[in-house]
């Protein structure tokens, strides 16, 4: 369970990211998410349910929000401004002109 803690974590925290609410327990995903990993501590002792599905599950979830934030951040620091001058495109990919100082 330990594991599957920091996971649970990690979530809620990807989720403060992108949420419009202040506190975190008022957010429906994040309540949703909550509610299944109790549901599922309850099934894996009792039924024995696969004890790793959580934790895919957790994980899946987990590397797609942090993916979208990544892939957001990324976006609007190399969107396309129109015409940029040289020094500005050597800057970017970090390249210095011959006339710059070393």
Same mark, same amino acid.
């Given at each position: 369970? +330990? *594991? +599957?803690?920091?996971? &649970?974590?990690?979530?809620?925290? /990807?989720?403060?990211?992108?949420?419009? /609410?202040?506190?975190?327990?008022? +957010?429906?995903?994040?309540? @949703?998410? $909550? #509610? !299944?990993?109790?549901?599922?501590?309850? %099934?894996?002792?009792? &039924? =024995?349910?696969?004890? !790793? /599905? &959580?934790?895919?599950?957790? #994980?899946? @979830? $987990? =590397?797609?929000?942090?993916?979208?934030?990544?892939? +957001? #951040?990324?976006?609007?620091?190399?969107? *396309?401004?129109?015409?940029?001058?040289?020094?500005? %495109?050597?800057? $970017?990919?970090?390249?210095? &002109?011959?006339?710059?100082?070393?």
């Amino acid at each position: 369970m +330990n *594991g +599957n803690l920091k996971i &649970l974590r990690s979530l809620i925290n /990807e989720i403060r990211h992108v949420a419009k /609410e202040k506190k975190m327990k008022d +957010n429906i995903m994040v309540q @949703y998410i $909550l #509610e !299944e990993a109790k549901k599922h501590r309850e %099934t894996s002792e009792v &039924l =024995c349910k696969a004890r !790793e /599905e &959580l934790k895919s599950m957790g #994980e899946n @979830y $987990l =590397c797609y929000l942090e993916s979208q934030r990544k892939y +957001n #951040e990324i976006r609007t620091q190399y969107a *396309g401004k129109g015409d940029r001058s040289v020094k500005e %495109t050597a800057d $970017l990919v970090g390249f210095k &002109l011959p006339h710059d100082p070393k």
